[in-house]
């Protein structure tokens, strides 16, 4: 969402809230693979709910796959109560997957594909060794001071891989033309952090390459992450990136994201307060504006929700 002012007023701009369908599959082809991919730090809310009304939705409409995937690259945030609470609020919800159920697509499970992505990248960038913490960089962006220190990859050292300068062109399906420039906005990628762990950019870049991901949905929040994204699919050889949709996000009374300490907007909670779930995903589609106050709808059909 963005402001412009006009005539001294100021006027709220928001995105558009469907996408042009028939233009998305002529981007996407026919029966489009796209992924619901929650982490398992906390509990469902209102605001997985809206990125799943989107992602079923829209795989629907088309005539396209969902595929579930445990992002759990975060080892110290992520806990198995979690993973079992989301699948079965998830499954309590209606939402069935095509892909990614039995067995349970999971990141920790198959740490030897980073690995392999990130010898892959040895080949073709300058990948090596940071020494820093995340005080010593103070912000988003990383300088490369360690690009040319040598240092050896041993355990508390972070792994970054050289991004080239240039901008990453893409068109959303909601907000349309972008142009990012990665080298600009965070510098050298990081794709293992001091810890060991691989980060969220590399990991849902070389899962969203080698499961086929060719419909990327997921929230606002996260439109500045997608030019590294597609930068760095093309470095592990993806010629032809995702699509991406950015879709509005609800927010608290206090205006900021919903968070999994989001009390009251918890589907669990919701549950326990007696809703059903065709009422939870009518309350989460009527607060970002896909329906009206007090709809009923059933996670097979929101599909209809995109319809024109
Ligand atoms: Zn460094």
Known sequence: MRTEERDHVFLIISPSLRPDLARLESAVGSSPLTRFAPS???????????????????????????????EDHDRIRCRPEYEAALLEDLAWLGFEADEGVDPLARQSDTPSVYEGALDVLRASAQVYACGCSRKDIGGERYDGRCRTRGLTAVNGRGIRVHLAEGAEVFEDALRGHCVQAPAEQCGDLLARDRDGHWTYQFAVTVDDTRQGVTLVIRGADLVSSTGR?????????????????????????????LSKSAGDTGVRQLRRAGLTAP???????SRVGLAETGSLIHASEVSRLFAH
């Open 229 to 257: 994204q597609i930068r760095l699919a093309r470095m592990l050889g993806r010629q032809i990136p995702p699509v991406f949709l950015h879709h509005p996000l609800i927010h608290d009374l206090r205006g900021e994201k």
């Open 40 to 70: 398992p730090t906390g509990y469902l809310h209102l605001g997985h709910v809206v990125n799943a009304i989107y992602v079923w939705g829209i795989a629907r409409a088309l005539g396209g796959r969902v595929l579930l995937r445990v």
């Open 279 to 285: 009422a939870v995903i009518g309350i989460a589609a």
